[in-house]
């Protein structure tokens, strides 16, 4: 009698390119990027280098691959949301972001990358373009959608009102995560911070329909 082998079905191209840049992610947390080899991605992957090297060119490509992902996960909807007042928005994203900023693999990932800014400053610069460059843009974008209701009043600079806007409510305690000098803040934690941030915020750009 026959034994029938049952295979594994193949990922396509794209999903294999997915599982390796998840398995990478792990190992450059974990070792960081000089530490971590091509042969270990590979034996965690169940693989070959060969196999990578099919996807990825060297080392450094697929940690820039890596960054580049990452800052595509950051994508948070912006914009009014049905039923939602302009302050109700802006205490919404407020909290996501903070939420966002301090949780602990946001704060692994940054380090990582600032970490090898010197060596490959090409890296770096691709996940701030693409990571807090481009979230700035969208902040003044959607701080300019809630100035055209009439909440805000941008003075003309919706990208420097965007800068203010961020720093408020990242300053206590984004520095306080990079140092590992504080865990990352519960709910009402973020919430409290938040509010005080766009309560804040409202002072300099408000205006008086809120």
């Known amino acids: 009698m026959q034994t029938q082998t049952i295979s594994k079905p193949r990922l396509d191209r794209d999903a294999r390119r997915e599982a390796i840049l998840d398995v990478a992610q792990d190992v450059f947390l974990e070792e960081g990027f000089a530490a971590a080899s091509m042969s270990t991605i590979a034996a965690r992957l169940g693989g070959s280098k060969g196999t990578l090297y099919n996807y990825f060119k060297s080392k450094d490509d697929l ?3 890596y960054v580049e992902r990452r800052c595509l996960w950051q994508s ?4 009014l949301k049905p039923g939602e007042t302009p302050l109700q928005a802006l205490n919404r994203v407020g909290r996501a972001f903070l939420a966002f900023l301090t949780d602990d693999l946001t704060v692994r990932n940054f380090r990582l990358v600032v970490a090898e800014a010197e ?5 770096s610069r691709t996940f701030y373009e693409m990571g807090p460059a481009r979230g700035l843009e969208r902040i003044a974008a959607f701080l300019s ?5 009439g909440l805000l009043d941008l003075g ?13 409510v990242q300053y206590r305690y984004f520095k306080a995560r990079l140092c590992n000098a504080v865990s990352a803040p519960r709910s009402a934690e973020i919430d409290a911070e938040a509010d005080r941030a766009v309560a804040t915020f409202l002072r300099a750009y408000g205006t008086a329909q809120r």
């Open 119 to 123: 060596r490959a400053p090409e890296i």
């Open 76 to 79: 948070e909807s912006l914009g």
């Open 156 to 168: 003309g600079d919706p990208t420097g009102a965007a800068s203010d806007f961020l720093g408020l």
């Open 145 to 149: 959608e809630l100035q055209a209701g």
């Open 63 to 65: 940690f820039n691959a």
